[in-house]
T-cell receptor
Framework: DAGVTQSPTHLIKTRGQQVTLRCSPK?????VSWYQQALGQGPQFIFQ???????QRGNFPDRFSGHQFPNYSSELNVNALLLGDSALYLC????????????FGPGTRLTVT | GQSLEQPSEVTAVEGAIVQINCTYQ??????LSWYQQHDGGAPTFLSY????GLEETGRFSSFLSRSDSYGYLLLQELQMKDSASYFC??????????FGTGTRLQVFP
């Protein structure tokens, strides 16, 4: 049974560029949440997708957007990258709500220079 | 708003028992979760408390007091592999999982 997978593993971008991160949820899961984790901090909730709709959103600017596909996989897009966007981006999947038990992928380490 | 407080670091020796506390403030509350994260790894779900009391899962137990907005994770018979960061996370009324800043546990031989 495949767990949550994310791609790419690492990414280096320049300020002002755009980036797309990808996530495939655990088999059977229909809800995908994205988190940003800065070094030494806890994961910060970005948004959650269910049935191809953004259901919840954290305190992140509109530069952060996402999408969920019919097969439940998801993308996170970040436009106009800032140095402060450098972080580990985690995708987590769960079975609908309340999503207190979430299965996390290994993350994508984004470095903005 | 929502906030969670945890000690930043805890140290213990193999075989010992350690308790990691978490206090929270949240608008709306479904329950308190605990996650473990090894360096360079992904967070892994450990336990969830929706009601007051103690939940036991092997060497790990988790406690919740809703009236005190307080919970703790108890780790028994500590092993070297338990060295990791531990996060409490609140499921608030908006169905968003909000994480604390984490407690780094170091287990020494």
């Amino acid at each position: 049974d495949a767990g949550v997978t994310q791609s790419p593993t690492h990414l280096i971008k320049t300020r002002g560029q755009q980036v797309t991160l990808r996530c495939s949820p655990k088999s059977g899961h229909d809800t995908v949440s994205w988190y940003q984790q800065a070094l030494g901090q806890g994961p910060q909730f970005i948004f959650q997708y269910y049935e191809e709709e953004e259901r919840q959103r954290g305190n992140f600017p509109d530069r952060f957007s996402g999408h969920q596909f019919p097969n439940y996989s998801s993308e996170l897009n970040v436009n106009a990258l800032l140095l402060g966007d450098s972080a580990l981006y985690l995708c987590a999947s769960s079975l609908d709500s309340p999503s207190y038990e979430q299965y996390f992928g290994p993350g994508t380490r984004l470095t903005v220079t | 708003g929502q906030s969670l407080e945890q000690p930043s670091e805890v140290t213990a020796v193999e075989g010992a028992i350690v308790q990691i506390n978490c206090t929270y403030q949240t608008s709306g509350f479904y329950g308190l979760s605990w996650y473990q994260q090894h360096d360079g790894g992904a967070p892994t779900f450990l336990s969830y408390n929706a009601l007051d009391g103690l939940e036991e899962t092997g060497r790990f137990s988790s406690f919740l007091s809703r009236s005190d907005s307080y919970g703790y994770l108890l780790l028994q018979e500590l092993q070297m592999k338990d060295s990791a960061s531990y996060f409490c996370a609140v499921m608030g009324g908006t169905d968003k999982l909000i994480f604390g800043t984490g407690t780094r546990l170091q287990v020494f031989p």
